[in-house]
């Protein structure tokens, strides 16, 4: 069972920073595409970033792009997701993504990011 865990959200003005983490426990990680997705109130959770199993290969939604980097370890089994000139826009809940070869696919519980104007 493949286990995922968010961290590193809170509450930021508009303008600044915040990193999340998403630490991945079971079977390989490595081998695993990652990615992060949102969901704001009241609407569908979307895809935000992701990033290939070597971290060779990322791609973004277009809104994020500039602003948000995604990244990864494979040596702490942790994926990131770097956010910077943060906009009250970006406020959701994210949440972390593992999508294994077989296409079987694990979410972790999520992680509130506030934005204020």
């Known amino acids: 069972q493949v286990q995922l865990v968010e961290s590193g959200g809170g509450l930021v003005q508009a303008g600044g920073s915040l990193r999340l983490s998403c630490a991945v426990s079971?079977?390989?990680?490595?081998?695993?595409?990652m990615g992060w997705f949102r969901q704001a109130p009241g609407k569908e959770r979307e895809f935000v970033a992701a990033?290939?199993?070597?971290?060779?290969?990322?791609n973004y939604k277009d809104s994020v792009k500039g602003r948000f980097t995604i990244s990864r370890d494979n040596a702490k089994n942790t994926v990131y997701l770097q956010m910077i000139s943060l906009k009250p826009e970006d406020t959701a809940v994210y949440y972390c993504?593992?999508?294994?070869?077989?296409?079987?696919?694990?979410w972790g519980q999520g992680t509130q990011v506030t934005v204020s104007s």
């Open positions: 993504n593992s999508k294994l070869a077989d296409s079987r696919s694990y």
């Open positions: 079971g079977g390989t990680f490595s081998t695993y595409r």
């Open positions: 990033i290939s199993r070597s971290g060779s290969s990322t």
